[in-house]
């Protein structure tokens, strides 16, 4: 049979954030979910199977199975992982900036380090099958400085937890239960067997079906998934709102302008006479963005070089601001969300509904009937 593999319904990428203010607090946390496995441990076959908090046991052993099919050759310390999804469940914060870092640390990871090592081993599995002994592949080395099995095992443990922190009716003792009957699976010549005595041998070392439990999972992600677009529903929403509030703001700067489609300016150097004056134009320019709470999101600057395009390439508030001022002069913009990326948002730092700030010095104009010669 094919390698089985059970995906581990990761929804967010991270690191635990450590927030140990309440350390005698945070352990008493601990303490009492362990304890609550523990007793579960010593339930009947009929307490189980009364008891059985079944969305929080088929995600315990989902990844449970996930770590035997999917991570054993990473050789990883069952009880350093689960106590790495505990920490981040208990402590972790989502929206830290450490997230998308390590998910793309690890990443990496997988393709530079896991992948040559699986194809490394798997070719020299295959060649000493055949009964060849000689110029077999070595088998790299899968942890180094970098990329050491404490990362790793505390990367995924906190993928584990991050993925738990918002779902409703959870309990942590049972998601343990689960996790360690995934885990305890005998994997010994189940990739030999066909898909169905795979399946029934899985069966039969979980309280519930593998069956059963993908129907939960899915459930769950029907769920998630609904909570996520109310959420960021609701983020835009507030985005709208404070957008506003900056922008009526701004608008009584002095040298602030406003024109009529709501695009604010201010004219900070003027240039010379040349205009651009058609959306088909190019110009030449050096820029800063902006969001409304400071942070820049790009800059030519920063890149050290100027950028080119036409001015029906870019969002509408630059469309109309370039025409404003004049070769050599500098302006800053300050677009509403509906002539900037409105309700979709751009990229990790612009989210739905959020005015921007630029600060823009226009170098060149080419008119487009230059262009077109």
Do not use: H
Request: glycine share 8%.
């Amino acid at each position: 049979m094919k390698k089985l593999f059970f995906a581990m319904g990761v929804i967010a990428m991270s690191l635990t954030a450590l927030a140990c203010n309440n350390q005698t607090e945070e352990n008493k946390e601990v303490k009492a979910i362990k304890a609550e496995a523990a007793r579960i441990e010593k339930m009947s076959s009929e307490e189980l199977a009364e008891n059985i908090n079944k969305r929080s046991y088929s995600l315990g052993a989902n990844m449970g199975m996930g770590y035997v099919f999917q991570f054993k050759d990473l050789d990883l310390a069952k009880d350093d992982l689960q106590d790495a999804a505990i920490d981040f469940y208990l402590n972790g914060d989502v929206e830290d900036k450490k997230l998308q870092e390590n998910g793309s640390k690890f990443q990496m990871f997988y393709y530079t380090r896991v992948m040559p090592y699986m194809q490394a081993k798997n070719t020299r599995e295959a060649m000493e099958a055949g009964g060849m002994t000689e110029d077999l592949p070595e088998i790299p080395a899968l942890y180094d400085e970098e990329y050491t099995k404490k990362f790793v095992t505390t990367t995924l443990g906190s993928q584990m937890g991050a993925s738990l922190i918002d779902v409703d009716d959870l309990s942590m003792g049972w998601w343990l239960k689960g996790f360690n009957d995934g885990a305890a699976l005998n994997i010994e010549g189940i990739e030999e067997m066909d898909n169905m005595a795979a399946m029934e041998f899985i069966d039969s070392q979980l309280l519930m079906t593998s069956t059963d439990i993908q129907m939960e999972l899915r459930n769950l992600q029907i769920e998630m998934m609904q909570k996520q677009q109310e959420k960021m529903i609701k983020k835009a929403e507030e985005a709208k709102e404070a957008s506003a509030q900056w922008l009526s703001k701004i608008e009584k700067k002095k040298g602030v302008v406003k024109t009529e489609s709501g695009l604010l300016y201010r004219i900070d150097r003027q240039g010379n006479d040349v205009f651009a004056t058609e959306d088909t134009d190019i110009v030449e320019v050096n820029y800063e963005g902006k969001t409304r709470d400071g942070k820049v999101f790009d800059s030519s600057y920063e890149r050290g070089e100027s950028i080119s395009f036409g001015l029906n390439q870019v969002i509408k508030g630059w469309t109309e601001g370039m025409k404003l001022v004049g070769e050599g002069g500098q302006i800053t913009l300050w677009i509403p969300s509906e002539l900037a990326y409105g309700t979709r948002g751009a990229g990790q730092d612009i989210g739905p509904n959020e005015a921007l700030e630029f600060k823009v010095e226009l170098i060149k104009v080419t008119p487009a009937e230059v262009v077109e010669e």
